[in-house]
């Protein structure tokens, strides 16, 4: 069974601090997504990393694949209320004809002003 | 927007009975998955249907059930319905690849 842990659970900082967000895994996956979910919505997506060791800046978020393609992170620069959402990372691979994502339990973000 | 729209948005349910939740998805997408979000944990994978017949299944009981249509809309049965059962069913629609999935808003089962 693949499994995917995220760190840390809970967090909270202020408006304007810089965070990371880790998603780390003993499987390799073919890629990893990262999808941000707010209360009574589903996930929507926000990046989708496939090189081991690949970069990709969204803004003010910057997530990167590890070299072993096994683990991510996502760090977010001067943080806003609008941030504040549950953060999901997501390793997907293909299985024969069966195609699925593994979800890590997510990292519930909290920005106050 | 996704485009992904699932129905209803809230449901409730007494333990034994029997739901259908329905999904429709986005345009041109073949590939619907369904998943279970308990609260405070990331969603589980169910099933995936592709062309109208279940392309891989998670670690859930037979008593769950689908369907895909024609027109690539889903439907998720639920028999037999269990106070666990209780959680947040996403619908994710894609291409036959996978790369990108949409999800739907949700629905949410209660169960009493």
């Known amino acids: 069974t693949q499994l995917l842990e995220q760190s840390p659970q809970f967090l909270s900082i202020q408006e304007g601090e810089n965070l990371t967000v880790y998603c780390n895994s003993s499987?390799?996956?073919?890629?990893l997504q990262w999808y941000r979910q707010e209360p009574g919505e589903g996930p929507v997506l926000l990046v989708t990393?496939?090189?081991?060791?690949e970069v990709k800046k969204l803004k003010r978020l910057t997530f990167q694949f590890g070299d072993a393609r096994k683990d991510s992170s996502l760090h977010i620069t001067a943080a806003q209320p609008g941030d504040t959402g549950l953060y999901l990372c997501?390793?997907?691979?293909?299985?024969?004809?069966?195609?699925?994502?593994?979800f890590g339990k997510g990292t519930l973000l909290t920005v106050n002003p | 927007e996704t485009g992904v729209t699932q129905s209803p948005t809230h449901l409730i349910k007494t333990r034994g009975q029997q739901v259908t939740l329905r999904c429709s998805s986005q345009?041109?997408?073949?590939?619907v998955s369904w998943y279970q979000q308990a609260l405070g944990q990331g969603p589980q994978f169910i099933f995936q249907?592709?062309?109208?017949?279940?392309?891989g299944r998670g670690n859930f009981p037979p008593r769950f059930s689908g369907l895909q249509f024609p027109n690539y809309s889903s439907e998720l049965n639920v028999n037999a319905l269990e106070l666990d059962d209780s959680a947040l069913y996403l619908c994710?629609?894609?291409?036959?690849?996978?790369?990108?999935?949409?999800f739907g808003q949700g629905t949410r089962l209660t169960v009493v």
């Open positions: 994710a629609s894609s291409l036959e690849d996978n790369t990108e999935a949409f």
């Open positions: 990393v496939v090189t081991g060791g």
């Open positions: 249907y592709y062309r109208e017949e279940e392309n």
């Open positions: 997501a390793g997907f691979n293909s299985g024969g004809s069966n195609y699925k994502l593994t």
């Open positions: 345009s041109g997408h073949n590939t």
């Open positions: 499987s390799v996956f073919s890629s």
